[in-house]
């Protein structure tokens, strides 16, 4: 059986990605609550859904098949015993503390026939508001706070580049940084077991959600054939890119190297491909406030065991030596102007999506940056973000490819 999922680099022709089109989970953002929710910013909803359906249709005009998040969900809940399976997992991992509250959603979900419904609903979060008075039993039930929530929404489910990434014909199905982001990986457990594109291809995982240290698919880029990259970050552990590495080696798949980036733990570089992004066989986008600290390590399958080491050198260096390449251009975010740097890369001028080699989709704010690519040669395919730029995340964020083809 051929399998559905096929991303063995960055830069292969996209031919079927999964995307989510920000929905009322972004009207349950409120200023006091928004750093536990990770955003800055509330963007507007009717705005931030024309500017996703203009990246969706650009997409789409570059012959990729689009595929949503919430309809694969809602998909993938065939029977009636999967979807009390799905809510049980669900209400357990929503943090309620009010113990008699926890009955009544789910009789309150199970009730909701349409299952695109019941996505759209669990995504959105529950406000205090829409429960009736519930009989208090509890010590958690009687003492009341003024948090607007019995269940949290789920705003960052647009930067479907995170909870899981494909990896090879894999799945890395990550533990998320966030506690307020762990539940969006649910949905995926359900699309790869469940889904009819996906139950009998027996999908192999290479990180599970139950592990124990954070990884982001932010972190986690498709650089050749042979060899990934995988960001050491704000939202990545050390430990997990380890785990990932030997379980993508025991597949079998011709993956033989994973480098490991160190880019600190500071929010505005919170994933690797906010500051590097691969553009072409041999361009990459950079923002040059990374360079100078940058520490590579390189983990490599061994005959017996993982070889671990430092790497030195530039990174122009060790690029061109693990993808063998005689040399490589670094596009510099801002053209390497330090405040233009900085506010580009705030809104992620280095986060482009590539869908063939030397062709990339950006937000159209980010003209220093965008022309230092058209100069280096790189197609752009422009499209708007003044609102969905306000989540800290850019088209490569927002894009979860399944297939591309081959280089």
């Excluded at 997992?89 to 309150?108: P, S, T, V």
């Excluded at 520490?295 to 490599?300: F, G, L, M, N």
């Amino acid at each position: 059986m051929k399998s559905p999922l096929n991303v063995f680099s960055e830069i292969g022709k996209l031919k079927t990605v999964m995307l989510h089109r920000p929905g009322k989970e972004l009207e349950n953002l409120m200023p006091d609550y928004l750093e536990p929710l990770l955003f800055d910013d509330i963007p507007f909803l009717e705005q931030a859904q024309k500017e996703h359906d203009f990246f969706a249709e650009t997409l789409r005009k570059k012959g990729v098949e689009v595929l949503y998040l919430e309809e694969l969900a809602a998909v993938s809940l065939t029977d009636a015993d999967i979807k009390k399976q799905f809510i049980h997992e669900y209400l357990n991992e929503a943090d309620i503390k009010e113990e008699g509250a926890k009955q009544y959603l789910f009789d309150m979900l199970f009730s909701i026939e349409k299952p695109r419904e019941l996505i759209d609903t669990t995504m959105a979060g529950i406000q205090k508001s829409e429960l009736p008075e519930i009989e208090k039993k509890h010590l958690s039930d009687l003492v009341s706070s003024d948090y607007p929530f019995i269940i949290d929404p789920m705003p960052n489910l647009y930067f479907t580049r995170d909870p899981f990434a494909t990896i090879g014909h894999g799945v890395s199905l990550n533990r998320m940084y966030s506690v307020t982001r762990r539940r969006e990986t649910l949905y995926g457990k359900y699309i790869f077991n469940h889904h009819p594109m996906f139950k009998d291809a027996d999908i192999p995982m290479v990180y599970s959600r139950n592990e124990n240290t954070r990884i982001e698919g932010g972190d986690e880029l498709i650089l050749s054939k042979k060899v990934i990259a995988v960001g050491i970050s704000q939202r990545t552990d050390i430990v997990s890119i380890e785990k990932l590495a030997r379980n993508i080696f025991k597949e079998e798949w011709g993956f033989e190297h994973v480098l490991a980036f160190d880019i600190g733990q500071e929010r505005k570089f919170m994933h690797l491909d906010t500051v590097f992004t691969m553009v072409d066989y041999d361009k990459f986008t950079i923002h040059p406030e990374i360079e100078g600290d940058l520490t590579v390590y390189s983990i490599s399958k061994g005959t017996k065991d993982l070889v671990i080491s430092k790497e030195t050198g530039t990174l122009e260096h060790i690029l061109c030596k693990y993808l063998e390449l005689d040399s490589v251009s670094l596009i510099r975010c801002g053209g390497g102007n330090i405040t233009a740097a900085a506010r580009e890369q705030w809104n992620d001028g280095s986060n482009t999506l590539a869908i063939a080699p030397g062709e990339v989709v950006v937000y159209d704010r980010n003209t220093i940056t965008n022309k230092k690519l058209e100069e280096a040669g790189i197609k752009l395919n422009y499209i708007p973000g003044s609102e969905l730029v306000r989540g800290r995340g850019g088209p490569r964020c927002m894009s979860m490819p399944f297939y591309r083809e081959d280089i």
